[in-house]
């Protein structure tokens, strides 16, 4: 709600209120929006107030006939048409006589977009023009380009990302800030970073976590609206003077009552895949090599990782005639694993032994055994070669033992994910083919908690709205969207939309649209 | 407003999931077949035949448990187009009541399934006999509670 000078929170309690307005009207080209509204500007505003009739008023947008018999505001040729023009910034300033000028309030402030409407009858010999002022938010600038914000660490409130937003990204000063410096709420993912959204999208984003909507007021400032239904009311209506009528509308919709909320959770989730083999080796021994070290990794990339792994032994070292060696396994890290084959220091030694023995013994000479003197026939006996043979027998008993070993590496590979965090508030007792789902991501969340809090909070939003309202009051200057009224049954009801029509020499009537408070 | 916003959930190309069954050659006519699996989208039915994107060697190599990202077809169906560096938890279910004008939590629940490892005691006591008849590294879904529901196929 808009706090008013206290005098003119006076006036409008007065018995008698004498209301009045005017509508100014700015060049674009000499001041910017942002001078504008932080009352910096240079220009002497030009009073559209005698030229206007017919003015009807929203927060969204402000609509009025410009009466114009001398064509000042003519586009091609009026003498102020710049005032009017693509673009122009009109305000619209709002009071009572009884207070000075200084105490009114800029109900409304927006664009003027695209050509005026302007039209010079001979049949009447009237000349006017239909002017559609829209309100900030209304600009296409803010929804369609796309953005990439920088990254804010975890810890970082929330609520710097979002001025920083709407410095870097909408032009605003702080002077056209209208929201608490902290939202209290903190990131908890490591990296955050808004890639590739419209930046009204990104503002809404942001403030959706702690249930606000973005928007701008009366006087170009952004601002929000507090999705939260469990607040005080901004205004208490004691009795039934203000209220003009109050209205129950026919609503035809289905209603939502089935809200979903899903967000990611900052902590990363260990996901494991079944036992499975992560990788095999294989091996040939030689006498003289007295070890391997078989490196063996569970993913070709070496990026897959993996726990509790462990060896299976497909075919040993040890599976010939004589046991030649040992095997073992050790888990160097989450990536690989490492084979050892260790062949027994005998193997060598006694293959050179033999080797050696067996040169040796070719040199004992073979025992002859002739027939007699004389004779020409005899045979050798072959002391060498035996002792030969019996060292080549050792050798090949060594060779036969040895030769290749297939070895296989199991275990339970594992990644890194981010669980998806999700909430659903769901009016008890459905039946599953009566549920009407509405469902909201949003990733800076990040806890259970906060994703509990959203889904409440969006279905309680959801079932108030299907309640709507009407209440037509006298005016109110303070009374903004968002607001929540209290009336004087008790009963709360939240504006969410306004209108009136304002004239001369008369109080408006505020047309409040919104719905019956629910709170949870 | 509503339904604008269901057209748009309607349209919606990707989503996650979880793989649910070994891959298999589904025929989709006589002669010509694609590799396919089931997957959990976390619905009370897994999502069933659900095609591998052409030539993804890394999604048929993912085993059970898996998580991989969804994506829909021209045509509307679901194909599974990459792994996932998301995947499914589980979702907390408050149910509210709305009485006049105050509305207050009536109960809540947990929804949702974990995959996990069978632990060496799951697998004797919850196989068709003796231990021995499910293979150690099987897994098993579980409700949030810790209820066991299947043992999947791997």
């Given at each position: 709600m808009r706090v008013l000078p206290a005098d003119l929170e006076a006036a409008q309690e007065a018995v008698v209120r004498r209301p009045a307005y005017k509508v100014l009207a700015f060049d674009r080209s000499q001041d910017s929006i942002s001078a504008i509204v932080s009352g910096q500007y240079a220009q002497e505003p030009f009073d559209l107030t005698a030229y206007c009739t017919d003015i009807k008023w929203s927060p969204d947008k402000l609509d009025f006939t410009l009466s114009d018999p001398d064509g000042l505001f003519h586009p091609d040729s009026g003498v102020h048409r710049a005032y009017v023009g693509n673009g122009a910034i009109i305000r619209l300033l709002e009071g009572d006589q009884a207070v000075p000028e200084t105490s009114w309030i800029y109900s409304f402030t927006g664009f003027i977009r695209g050509q005026i409407g302007w039209n010079k009858s001979r049949r009447n010999s009237t000349a006017m023009a239909q002017v559609a002022v829209f309100s900030r938010e209304n600009n296409q600038a803010l929804k369609r380009r796309s953005i990439t914000s920088k990254k804010y660490t975890v810890g970082t409130e929330l609520g710097i990302m979002v001025r920083d937003l709407l410095s870097t990204f909408l032009g605003l000063t702080d002077a056209e800030i209208r929201l608490p410096a902290t939202l209290g709420l903190q990131f908890k993912h490591q990296v955050n970073q808004i890639a590739q959204m419209a930046p009204w999208d990104a503002i809404s984003k942001l403030l959706e976590t702690v249930g606000k909507v973005p928007c701008f007021d009366g006087d170009g400032r952004i601002t929000f609206i507090d999705k939260n239904l469990h607040r005080l009311p901004d205004r208490v209506l004691p009795d039934s003077t203000r209220i003009l009528d109050y209205q129950v509308p026919a609503r035809n919709q289905d209603t939502i009552n089935k809200v979903r909320v899903i967000s990611l959770d900052s902590q990363l989730s260990r996901v494991e895949s079944p036992y499975q083999c992560l990788g095999n080796a294989q091996v040939t021994t030689g006498f003289f090599s007295m070890g391997e070290k078989l490196p063996v990794w569970w993913g070709e990339d070496k990026r897959q990782r993996a726990s509790g792994t462990g060896l299976i032994v497909k075919k040993s070292v040890n599976s010939g005639l004589l046991p030649v060696g040992s095997e073992s396994y050790r888990e160097v890290d989450e990536f690989h694993g490492e084979i050892k084959v260790s062949i027994s220091c005998w193997v060598p030694i006694l293959a050179t032994a033999m080797l050696v023995e067996y040169l040796a013994m070719a040199a004992i000479p073979d025992d002859v055994l002739t027939f007699g003197v004389g004779a020409e026939e005899g045979i050798t006996i072959p002391v060498g070669r035996i002792l030969q043979a019996q060292a080549m027998i050792v050798i090949m008993l060594i060779m036969m033992s040895m030769g290749s070993a297939q070895?296989?590496?199991?275990?339970?590979?594992?990644?890194?994910?981010?669980?998806?965090?999700?909430?659903?508030?769901?009016?008890?007792?459905?039946?599953?083919?009566?549920?009407?789902?509405?469902e909201v991501k949003n990733d800076f969340l990040g806890s259970q908690d906060r994703v509990d809090a959203l889904a409440m909070l969006e279905l309680t939003w959801e079932?108030?709205?299907?309640?709507?309202?009407?209440?037509?009051?006298?005016?109110?200057?303070?009374?903004?969207?968002?607001?929540?009224?209290?009336?004087?049954?008790?009963?709360?009801f939240f504006i969410s939309d306004m209108?009136?029509?304002?004239?001369?020499?008369?109080?408006?009537?505020?047309?409040?649209?919104?719905f019956k408070v629910m709170t949870a | 407003m509503s339904v604008i916003d269901w057209r748009i959930n309607q349209a919606q190309n990707q989503m996650i999931g979880t793989i649910a069954s070994p891959f298999y050659q589904q025929y989709v006519d006589g002669d010509s077949w694609v590799w396919a699996c089931d997957v959990d989208i976390g619905q009370d039915e897994?999502?069933?035949?659900?095609?591998?994107?052409?030539?993804?060697?890394e999604i048929i190599y993912a085993e059970l448990g898996k998580s991989v990202l969804l994506t829909r077809m021209n045509d509307g169906k679901w194909c599974i187009s990459g792994l996932s560096k998301t995947c499914m938890g589980r979702e907390h279910i408050i149910y509210m009541t709305f009485m006049d004008d105050l509305g207050s939590i009536a109960r809540e629940s947990w929804s949702g399934s974990l995959t996990r490892l069978l632990t060496l005691g799951e697998l004797g006591d919850l196989g068709p006999g003796a231990f021995g008849a499910i293979p150690l590294g099987a897994h098993g879904r579980f409700a949030p509670d810790g209820t066991f529901i299947a043992i999947l196929e791997s």
């Amino acid at each position: 709600m808009r706090v008013l000078p206290a005098d003119l929170e006076a006036a409008q309690e007065a018995v008698v209120r004498r209301p009045a307005y005017k509508v100014l009207a700015f060049d674009r080209s000499q001041d910017s929006i942002s001078a504008i509204v932080s009352g910096q500007y240079a220009q002497e505003p030009f009073d559209l107030t005698a030229y206007c009739t017919d003015i009807k008023w929203s927060p969204d947008k402000l609509d009025f006939t410009l009466s114009d018999p001398d064509g000042l505001f003519h586009p091609d040729s009026g003498v102020h048409r710049a005032y009017v023009g693509n673009g122009a910034i009109i305000r619209l300033l709002e009071g009572d006589q009884a207070v000075p000028e200084t105490s009114w309030i800029y109900s409304f402030t927006g664009f003027i977009r695209g050509q005026i409407g302007w039209n010079k009858s001979r049949r009447n010999s009237t000349a006017m023009a239909q002017v559609a002022v829209f309100s900030r938010e209304n600009n296409q600038a803010l929804k369609r380009r796309s953005i990439t914000s920088k990254k804010y660490t975890v810890g970082t409130e929330l609520g710097i990302m979002v001025r920083d937003l709407l410095s870097t990204f909408l032009g605003l000063t702080d002077a056209e800030i209208r929201l608490p410096a902290t939202l209290g709420l903190q990131f908890k993912h490591q990296v955050n970073q808004i890639a590739q959204m419209a930046p009204w999208d990104a503002i809404s984003k942001l403030l959706e976590t702690v249930g606000k909507v973005p928007c701008f007021d009366g006087d170009g400032r952004i601002t929000f609206i507090d999705k939260n239904l469990h607040r005080l009311p901004d205004r208490v209506l004691p009795d039934s003077t203000r209220i003009l009528d109050y209205q129950v509308p026919a609503r035809n919709q289905d209603t939502i009552n089935k809200v979903r909320v899903i967000s990611l959770d900052s902590q990363l989730s260990r996901v494991e895949s079944p036992y499975q083999c992560l990788g095999n080796a294989q091996v040939t021994t030689g006498f003289f090599s007295m070890g391997e070290k078989l490196p063996v990794w569970w993913g070709e990339d070496k990026r897959q990782r993996a726990s509790g792994t462990g060896l299976i032994v497909k075919k040993s070292v040890n599976s010939g005639l004589l046991p030649v060696g040992s095997e073992s396994y050790r888990e160097v890290d989450e990536f690989h694993g490492e084979i050892k084959v260790s062949i027994s220091c005998w193997v060598p030694i006694l293959a050179t032994a033999m080797l050696v023995e067996y040169l040796a013994m070719a040199a004992i000479p073979d025992d002859v055994l002739t027939f007699g003197v004389g004779a020409e026939e005899g045979i050798t006996i072959p002391v060498g070669r035996i002792l030969q043979a019996q060292a080549m027998i050792v050798i090949m008993l060594i060779m036969m033992s040895m030769g290749s070993a297939q070895y296989e590496v199991w275990g339970t590979p594992y990644d890194y994910a981010y669980l998806e965090l999700k909430a659903t508030a769901i009016v008890d007792g459905l039946e599953y083919w009566e549920e009407n789902e509405k469902e909201v991501k949003n990733d800076f969340l990040g806890s259970q908690d906060r994703v509990d809090a959203l889904a409440m909070l969006e279905l309680t939003w959801e079932v108030s709205n299907a309640n709507p309202r009407t209440l037509v009051i006298k005016d109110d200057l303070a009374l903004e969207r968002g607001d929540i009224l209290q009336l004087p049954d008790g009963r709360k009801f939240f504006i969410s939309d306004m209108s009136k029509a304002v004239q001369r020499g008369a109080v408006p009537v505020l047309s409040l649209q919104g719905f019956k408070v629910m709170t949870a | 407003m509503s339904v604008i916003d269901w057209r748009i959930n309607q349209a919606q190309n990707q989503m996650i999931g979880t793989i649910a069954s070994p891959f298999y050659q589904q025929y989709v006519d006589g002669d010509s077949w694609v590799w396919a699996c089931d997957v959990d989208i976390g619905q009370d039915e897994p999502l069933r035949s659900v095609p591998v994107a052409s030539s993804n060697r890394e999604i048929i190599y993912a085993e059970l448990g898996k998580s991989v990202l969804l994506t829909r077809m021209n045509d509307g169906k679901w194909c599974i187009s990459g792994l996932s560096k998301t995947c499914m938890g589980r979702e907390h279910i408050i149910y509210m009541t709305f009485m006049d004008d105050l509305g207050s939590i009536a109960r809540e629940s947990w929804s949702g399934s974990l995959t996990r490892l069978l632990t060496l005691g799951e697998l004797g006591d919850l196989g068709p006999g003796a231990f021995g008849a499910i293979p150690l590294g099987a897994h098993g879904r579980f409700a949030p509670d810790g209820t066991f529901i299947a043992i999947l196929e791997s």
